[in-house]
């Protein structure tokens, strides 16, 4: 049976000659393998292969059997066409953080509508928003997706529950174990990020480089800890230069 769908893509790896296998994160099934046949052949339009780059939004219309392991597109076209975000090098860099993240945590097979609605206004607002606005979209993302995955920071920065730790992921009046704890300073700016209600107000949120990674590094070990399978985030590195 034909669905339609939008999604977005994650990972595509060249399969045979003129094939492509493609992971998308789509909006009525979550995360899917699909089979792309002849996009890649001598006689495909020219740019087809391209509408599978990681952080394509497309729209889709698929064949899906719950029983099947790798699914095949019947249509496809893009759901929005960025103004320049693959090529600019620090949003592309954000895309490709983004998207691992989304590999490395999205169970498969579930649909998870609140995730996949973030997920694709974040990058249509990391399109339309200007270099200089964007510092802080790769740290919210991680906030966010933990966030609807269950994964949340309790309670809020006060003079009364100033300490945060990786263990409990919530702020408290206790003073844990120092390798684990951020400081009150970080705990604060976090706490910023924590109650920011959209993009535009993401944007105008102040935090220096070394801050803001230090904040990031600290969110990865919470949501490693919490899971099983977050994993290292290899573009982390490539981001730590882009960003600073």
């Known amino acids: 049976m034909l669905h339609k769908t939008n999604g977005i893509v994650l990972r ?38 391209g ?41 592309n860099s954000i895309v490709l953080f983004s998207v691992e993240v989304l590999l490395r945590l999205l169970p498969e097979n579930a649909p998870l509508p609140p995730l ?5 206004g974040y990058y249509l607002a990391l399109d339309k928003m200007t270099v200089a606005g964007v510092a802080n979209f790769p740290l919210y993302f991680i906030i966010v ?27 408290s009046d206790v003073q844990q174990k120092a390798a684990s704890a951020l400081s009150q300073e970080d705990a604060m700016s976090l706490d910023v990020l924590l109650r920011a209600a959209d993009f ?22 919470f949501l490693q800890l919490h899971t099983d399978h977050m994993g290292n985030i290899r573009s982390l590195s490539v981001l730590r230069v882009i960003m600073h």
């Open 200 to 221: 535009e107000t993401l944007s105008s949120i102040k935090l220096n480089g070394t801050t803001r990674m230090r904040l990031i590094d600290w969110y990865i070990a």
């Open 12 to 49: 595509s790896v060249k399969y045979g000659e003129t094939s492509l296998v493609t992971t998308i994160f789509t909006a009525h099934f979550g995360l899917q393998t699909y089979m792309v046949k002849g996009v890649r052949s001598p006689k495909a339009k020219q740019g087809r292969a």
């Open 116 to 120: 996949f609605e973030f997920a694709f």
């Open 145 to 171: 997706c933990g966030r609807i995955l269950g994964f949340e920071i309790k309670g809020n920065y006060t003079a009364d529950t100033p300490y945060l730790n990786l263990e409990e992921g919530e702020f």
């Open 51 to 91: 509408a599978f780059q990681p952080g394509t939004l497309l729209e889709l219309v698929v064949y899906h059997h719950p029983q099947k392991n790798i699914q095949s597109i019947s249509q496809y076209q893009a759901a929005y066409i960025y103004n320049g975000l693959q090529e600019d090098v620090v949003k």
